[in-house]
């Protein structure tokens, strides 16, 4: 099945003048670091977005070696002279990688670079404080059932939805913003 689906999607690819790329590199809960490619194109006018790859990346995150895994990545898909843009973060080696990969533009990713401006307004003095302070109250009620289970009367008893609180994720401002929604959602309506 794997050859079949990836012999249809050579084909694919291969009818587009023209690709571009993402990559983004995470690490697992059990600290396994993967890399994916994803490949961009025209098809008939619509918009066409394959996963090419999501791979264990076990060497040094280095610019050279991301370089090394791109390259391969589009000679095995056949579609290095028809790549004209590398979206990636904007971590120093994505930089540095991209730069090394001749004829192909690269675009910082747009929700990454906004995600890092509206982070640095959240750790302005003022929102800093009164996010801690939320923190502390989610975190509270993330760790004890006992105060998870009184809360969720408490919503019955005031007629609220039983939504659970949100914690915010540091790669994430819009979980920030989630977190303080819900919060004013569950505990400032009651104490109204």
């Not at 619509?46 to 996963?51: A, H, I, N, Q």
């Not at 989610?138 to 008893?157: G, P």
Request: some cysteine; charged content about 25%; overall charge neutral.
């Amino acid at each position: 099945m794997y050859s079949e689906n990836k012999k249809a999607l050579l084909y694919d690819i291969k009818q587009a003048e023209y690709v571009s790329i993402t990559s983004d590199g995470w690490t697992s809960r059990v600290t396994d670091s993967y890399e994916t490619v994803t490949c961009h194109y025209l098809n008939d006018w619509k918009l066409e977005s394959k996963v090419l790859c999501t791979t264990k990346f076990d060497e040094s995150h280095t610019a050279e070696n991301i370089t090394s895994f791109l390259e391969s990545v589009m000679d095995e898909w056949d579609i290095r002279e028809k790549t004209v843009a590398l979206v990636t973060d904007n971590a120093s080696n994505m930089l540095l990688a991209a730069s090394k990969l001749d004829g192909i533009t690269h675009m910082p990713c747009f929700a990454h670079t906004l995600n890092l401006a509206a982070q640095k307004g959240l750790k302005t003095d003022g929102v800093s404080r009164v996010l801690s302070k939320i923190r502390k109250v989610v975190t509270y009620f993330h760790k004890s059932t006992s105060a998870t289970e009184l809360l969720r009367s408490k919503h019955t008893l005031l007629g609220l939805p039983g939504h659970k609180l949100i914690k915010d994720v540091t790669t994430r401002w819009n979980s920030t913003y989630d977190m303080v929604e819900r919060y004013v959602e569950q505990l400032y309506r009651q104490l109204s």
